[in-house]
C-alpha cells in the first residue's frame, strides 16, 4: 500500500529565511505527486504537483518542489517565506492512472511564521 | 469563478438525528469525493464518485451515505450521526483525462456531535 510521511509535524522560522518541508512516498513506482496548502479555516489549494518529466516543479506562491526517486522524497522548498505562508501543508500521492484509487495524504506539517 | 461550495460550513448536532452536507462543483468534473480530517490522522477518504449514479467506499465510509444523482452535486449523508463523527469534512472534485487526480477541494464543514 502506498504512504506517505511527512516527518516534521511543526516547524517555526522567522520571515525571510528559507524553508524545505519533508515528504517522503512508500510505493513500488513513481506516483503523482502533490503539495497542498491548508490556510487556517479554508480548504486545502493545490500548490503544486510532479507526473513525470522535469523533477524540479514550480509552483504557485513562490513555492517549488524536487523529486528525488532515489531517495522516495518529493521535498517542498521556498527561499524567502512571508507571514502569509503560516499554514499546514500536506504532501499526497497517487498511483498514475489508477482510475478510482483516492490521494493518499501524508498527516501534514503546521507552518509557524515569527517576526 | 470555478469552485467546490459545501453547505454548512458549520454544524453542531446531537446523536441520532439524520443530518445532510451538500458539496456542489460548477467545473463540470466527473470524480467527486469526501474526506474527513482529524488531528494528527490527516485527510482520509470516506467515499468517491466516478460519475453520475457511480459511487464507492474509501478507507472510511462506516456510519456514511452518499448519492450522485446528478453531475454536479454530492451530498454526504449521516443517517444518525455519533460523537466520534465528529471532524471537518472537505468535498472535492477532479476534472477528467490525465490530470483527474489534481483535486480541487470545498471550504470545509466542520460538525460537532454532542
Known amino acids: 500500500a502506498q504512504s506517505v510521511t511527512q516527518p516534521d509535524i511543526h516547524i517555526t522560522v522567522s520571515e525571510g529565511a528559507s524553508l524545505e518541508l519533508r515528504c517522503n512516498y512508500s510505493?513500488?513506482?513513481?506516483?503523482?505527486l502533490f503539495w497542498y496548502v491548508q490556510s487556517p479555516g479554508q480548504g486545502l489549494q493545490l500548490l503544486l504537483k510532479?507526473?513525470?518529466?522535469?523533477?524540479l516543479v514550480q509552483g504557485i506562491k513562490g513555492f517549488e518542489a524536487e523529486f528525488k526517486r532515489s531517495q522516495s522524497s518529493f521535498n517542498l522548498r521556498k527561499p524567502s517565506v512571508h507571514w502569509s505562508d503560516a499554514a499546514e501543508y500536506f504532501c499526497?500521492?497517487?498511483?498514475?492512472?489508477?482510475?478510482?484509487?483516492?490521494?493518499?495524504f501524508g498527516k501534514g506539517t503546521r507552518l509557524s511564521v515569527i517576526a | 469563478e470555478a469552485q467546490v461550495t459545501q453547505n454548512p460550513r458549520y454544524l453542531i448536532t446531537v446523536t441520532g438525528k439524520k443530518l445532510t452536507v451538500t458539496c456542489s462543483q460548477n467545473?463540470?468534473?466527473?470524480?467527486m469525493s469526501w474526506y474527513r480530517q482529524d488531528p494528527g490522522l490527516g485527510l482520509r477518504q470516506i467515499y468517491y464518485?466516478?460519475?453520475?449514479?457511480?459511487?464507492d467506499k474509501g478507507d472510511v465510509p462506516e456510519g456514511y451515505k452518499v448519492s450522485r444523482k446528478e453531475k454536479r452535486n454530492f451530498p454526504l449523508i449521516l443517517e444518525s450521526p455519533s460523537p466520534n463523527q465528529t471532524s471537518l469534512y472537505f468535498c472535492?472534485?477532479?476534472?477528467?483525462?490525465?490530470?483527474?487526480?489534481?483535486?480541487?477541494f470545498g471550504p470545509g464543514t466542520r460538525l460537532t456531535v454532542l
Open positions: 472535492a472534485s477532479s476534472p477528467p483525462g490525465p490530470s483527474y487526480n489534481e483535486q480541487f
Open positions: 510505493y513500488g513506482a513513481t506516483p503523482y
Open positions: 510532479y507526473f513525470s518529466g522535469d523533477t
Open positions: 499526497a500521492v497517487v498511483r498514475p492512472n489508477s482510475g478510482n484509487t483516492p490521494l493518499v
Open positions: 467545473m463540470n468534473h466527473e470524480y
Open positions: 464518485s466516478m460519475n453520475v449514479e457511480v459511487t
